[in-house]
């Protein structure tokens, strides 16, 4: 875990506090002096898998993939799955319940439809389980997490994107047309109102041109020349934060 200093200043003042409290700082002190001090935890994003399907799964698929997590975790090929899953049983012996009452439904037994829903949640109960169980030695083994929940016969949950760019340009359809797109002013966890800033130049930056101000975190410049590299950059005002620097320039040829 990195700490990154993201604060230092006097003393604040309680409309002040109000917004730092919206920041995931893992530490805040103050001196002597009344200096403020703010340490944020950042961390790579934690890998961690899914089962990949849930109870509406259709019966056949349902148990050929159960049984698939069972014999991966049994087999436990890696050596991940140490010390074993503790409901390993348990889990086989609901799978087969559940493909038995599927066996009396066809038979036409009385009571088969309930008895098979019983046990297709009983299984997914410790399927849930089977995915903790994984998850927790991912997170124990981020090194080696991929591995041990595919070997699982898991899936891996899709990461949360962390690095939106700043400014994305986009050629339009539309003749001498280009969408801006810009990362939202946020406060901690909270999107909060800011006036965007735009620019734009025809020689790689040496000059700039000024384009409307919008309070959205997107616009779109018309009257581009078409076919010629357009180069835009950005930068934003919020009362809280004051004014950003302006962003690293980004191009685009408008048709």
């Known amino acids: 875990m990195k700490k990154t200093i993201i604060s230092v200043g006097t003393t604040a003042g309680k409309r002040q506090l109000r917004i730092l409290k919206n920041y995931p700082f893992n530490q805040l002190f103050t001196t002597e002096m009344g200096i403020i001090v703010l340490f944020a935890a950042t961390r790579a994003p934690i890998i961690k898998g899914n089962l990949g399907f849930d109870i509406n799964e ?8 159960s049984l698939a997590i069972h014999a991966a975790i049994f087999a436990n090929v890696a050596g991940y799955y140490t010390p074993p899953f503790g409901a390993l049983a348990a889990l086989a012996t609901a799978i087969s319940t559940f493909q038995d009452t599927i066996a009396d439904l066809e038979a036409g037994v009385y009571g088969a439809e ?3 829903v019983d046990a297709k949640r009983d299984v997914m109960r410790l399927l849930k389980k089977a995915l903790n169980f994984v998850n927790d030695i991912a997170f124990d083994r981020q090194d080696v997490a991929a591995e041990a929940i595919t070997g699982a016969k898991m899936i891996l949950n899709k990461p949360i994107s962390q690095d939106k760019p700043d400014l994305k340009a ?3 359809t539309a003749a001498g047309e280009v969408k801006l797109y810009a990362k939202a002013v946020k406060i901690g966890p909270k999107y909060v109102q800011a006036t965007y800033e735009w620019q734009f130049s025809i020689d790689d930056g040496r000059t700039w041109e000024n384009l409307p101000l919008s309070n959205k975190a997107k616009t779109i410049a018309i009257g581009m020349l078409s076919g010629i590299k357009t180069s835009f ?3 934003s005002f919020n009362e809280n934060l004051g004014q950003s620097p302006w962003s690293e320039m980004v191009s685009a040829f408008p048709l």
């Open 170 to 172: 986009v050629a339009s």
């Open 114 to 116: 309930a008895a098979k």
């Open 233 to 235: 950059r950005k930068r």
């Open 58 to 65: 259709r019966d056949g698929d349902f148990i050929r993939k």
